[in-house]
């Protein structure tokens, strides 16, 4: 496995991480957790992520790293793990890092993120949202000091909302979900470049794009109730099909190879919930970099929608059967009263 420095941590991390949020999720519930994270240490990941708000997934990392003695870089985030959670109190912040510790069976925490800290309306993290300052802030740097966290870190999920908590050079590590993958790149606007100038290290979540780029969906883009998405993403990702058959790249290989040419970027997670979505995860990262002319073909589909269109869900419904009876969008607005 190829091995990238991380920004201005230094850390040298594999091109590949494993992204742990459905460790557990498998057919064998918490028990595939164990046998699934020494996978992943045999094929050369050294970088795992996780989140107090994915459900079990730091019990799950915690449990397969309890006999492991190869070294590993673990990557958490702070986030509402239950409705005890409050971001305005310090001192419940800290005691949600003490449980991720906990459960990790870890003293120390290489990296510690801020969880959604791009959407306050979600997660009320900030004193105001011009200097981005509040409690989390105050305990990132107490944790740093007390030596309990190396290096601090940003998930987010936004293209926009969050380059001004990246611009307060504040943070180490940024990971950037929904908005980088072959066909949707708004994050290359504003979000990669100032985490460039800040000399972050960068890992990219959801190369294939929570589910759009995970499957085809021929059948489902011919529905008569296609009310998901507009039409020139349908025409887009029909034209994705037919490189995908041209060049006989299953299409989340073909995400996953894009992603990894970014030489921007330290790592890219890789979210399998089963050992033989690993392995052929981290054979596409060995079959090695897309040639000119796929890369150029790609850029030209991606072209075709260079934003993403409004009402599109962020979640591919497809996966629903009855997609097309699903009831959304919700409220256009929310009035206060």
């Not at 460039?196 to 959801?206: E, R, V």
């Not at 790609?298 to 996966?319: G, Q, T, W």
């Not at 409220?331 to 009263?337: G, I, S, T």
């Amino acid at each position: 496995m190829k091995k990238r420095i991380l920004g201005r941590t230094g850390l040298e991390v594999s091109e590949l991480s494993f992204g742990a949020a459905f460790v557990t999720a498998g057919d064998e519930g918490s028990r595939g957790a164990p046998p699934l994270i020494r996978e992943v240490l045999d094929s050369g990941i050294n970088l795992i992520d996780t989140s107090a708000d994915y459900g079990q997934s730091e019990a799950g990392v915690g449990e397969g790293l309890r006999e492991e003695n190869r070294p590993v870089i673990l990557c958490t985030k702070i986030g509402p793990r239950d409705k005890t959670f409050n971001p305005r109190s310090k001192k419940n912040l800290r005691k949600t890092v003490e449980e991720s510790l906990r459960l990790l069976g870890r003293e120390s925490i290489d990296i510690l993120m801020i969880h959604e800290p791009d959407r306050p309306a979600q997660i009320d993290w900030w004193d105001d949202l011009r200097s981005f300052r509040g409690p989390v802030v105050d305990l990132l740097t107490e944790l740093k000091d007390e030596g309990i966290i190396r290096f601090t870190g940003l998930g987010g999920t936004t293209a926009y909302e969050i380059v001004p908590l990246i611009a307060t050079g504040f943070y180490d590590v940024l990971l950037t979900a929904f908005n980088y993958s072959m066909l949707w790149r708004e994050a290359e606007l504003e979000v990669i470049p100032e985490a460039k100038k800040q000399n972050m290290g960068i890992m990219l979540g959801s190369p294939t794009q929570q589910g759009w780029l995970a499957h085809r969906y021929d059948d489902q883009l011919q529905s008569a109730n296609l009310r998901q998405i507009n039409t020139p993403r349908k025409r887009q990702l029909l034209e994705l099909y037919k490189l995908v058959d041209k060049t006989g790249i299953p299409i989340p290989e073909l995400s996953l190879r894009w992603a990894l040419m970014n030489s921007d970027s330290a790592t890219v997670l890789t979210g399998a919930k089963k050992i033989s979505q690993l392995r052929q995860n981290v054979k596409a990262a060995g079959d090695g970099p897309l040639s000119r002319e796929i890369m150029g073909r790609i850029d030209e589909i991606a072209a075709m929608v260079p934003f993403r269109p409004f009402e599109e869900p962020f979640l591919c419904p497809f996966y629903n059967p009855e997609f097309d009876l699903i009831k959304r969008p919700g409220p256009a607005v929310r009035f206060e009263r």
